[in-house]
T-cell receptor, first 113, second 115 residues
Framework: KQEVTQIPAALSVPEGENLVLNCSFTDSAIYNLQWFRQDPGKGLTSLLLIQSSQREQTSGRLNASLDKSSGRSTLYIAASQPGDSATYLC????????????FGQGTELSVKP | GAVVSQHPSRVICKSGTSVKIECRSL??????MFWYRQFPKQSLMLMATSNEGSKATYEQGVEKDKFLINHASLTLSTLTVTSAHPEDSSFYICSASEGLQETQYFGPGTRLLVL
C-alpha cells in the first residue's frame, strides 16, 4: 500500500529565503507526482506535475524534482514571499489505479515579512 | 483552464438530517469524479471514485449507504451525506477529470458542520 510522507509538517522562514519541501513515497511504481497548494479553508491549486519519466518541472520560482529510485520528490521555492504562505501537499498517482491520488499530510509554510 | 465548482461552499445542518453537495465541471466533460474528505490539519482522504453512468467505487472503510454518490451526467456529481452525525463534520472536496489517469481539477470544497 502506497504511503506518502511530507517532512516537515510546518516550516517558518523569513521573506527572501530559498526553501525545500520534502515528499517521500514507499512504492516507486508511480504514474506521476503532483504538488498542490492549499490556502486555509480553500480547495487545491495544482502547482506542478511530474510524469514518471521526468526528473523535474519548473514554473516561475518553483522547481519540483522526482527521484523514483529513492522514492523522493522535492519542491524548491526560490526567494520566498509572504504570499507563498500556505499548506503544500504532494500526491502521487499509481498506474492502473484509475487516477487515484494518494496525498501526503502536507507542509504548512509560513513566510514572515 | 478547467474549472470545477462546488455548492454549497458551507452548510450547517442538524444531526440526523441529510445534506447534498454538488460538484460541477464548468467547461469540460468529466468522465470521472473523485470525492475527498479532509479533517482539520490533516490531508485529503479519497472517499470514492465515480464514473459517469455507473456506480461509484468506494474506498475501504467508507460506508456507501451513508455517503451516496450520483454521477448522472458528464458535468455533475452529487454527494449526499445521509443521517448526518457530528463526526461527519469535515471539509469535502471533489475533483474531476476527463478520463482515467487524466489530470484532476479540484473544486473549492464544501465545509460541513453537523450540530
Amino acid at each position: 500500500k502506497q504511503e506518502v510522507t511530507q517532512i516537515p509538517a510546518a516550516l517558518s522562514v523569513p521573506e527572501g529565503e530559498n526553501l525545500v519541501l520534502n515528499c517521500s513515497f514507499t512504492d516507486s511504481a508511480i504514474y506521476n507526482l503532483q504538488w498542490f497548494r492549499q490556502d486555509p479553508g480553500k480547495g487545491l491549486t495544482s502547482l506542478l506535475l511530474i510524469q514518471s519519466s521526468q526528473r523535474e518541472q519548473t514554473s516561475g520560482r518553483l522547481n519540483a524534482s522526482l527521484d523514483k529510485s529513492s522514492g523522493r520528490s522535492t519542491l524548491y521555492i526560490a526567494a520566498s514571499q509572504p504570499g507563498d504562505s500556505a499548506t503544500y501537499l504532494c500526491a502521487d498517482a499509481a498506474p492502473g489505479q484509475g487516477g487515484k491520488l494518494i496525498f501526503g499530510q502536507g507542509t504548512e509554510l509560513s513566510v514572515k515579512p | 483552464g478547467a474549472v470545477v465548482s462546488q455548492h454549497p461552499s458551507r452548510v450547517i445542518c442538524k444531526s440526523g438530517t441529510s445534506v447534498k453537495i454538488e460538484c460541477r465541471s464548468l467547461d469540460f466533460q468529466a468522465t470521472t469524479m473523485f470525492w475527498y474528505r479532509q479533517f482539520p490539519k490533516q490531508s485529503l482522504m479519497l472517499m470514492a471514485t465515480s464514473n459517469e453512468g455507473s456506480k461509484a467505487t468506494y474506498e475501504q472503510g467508507v460506508e456507501k449507504d451513508k455517503f451516496l454518490i450520483n454521477h448522472a451526467s458528464l458535468t455533475l456529481s452529487t454527494l449526499t451525506v445521509t443521517s448526518a452525525h457530528p463526526e461527519d463534520s469535515s471539509f469535502y472536496i471533489c475533483s474531476a477529470s476527463e478520463g482515467l489517469q487524466e489530470t484532476q481539477y479540484f473544486g473549492p470544497g464544501t465545509r460541513l458542520l453537523v450540530l
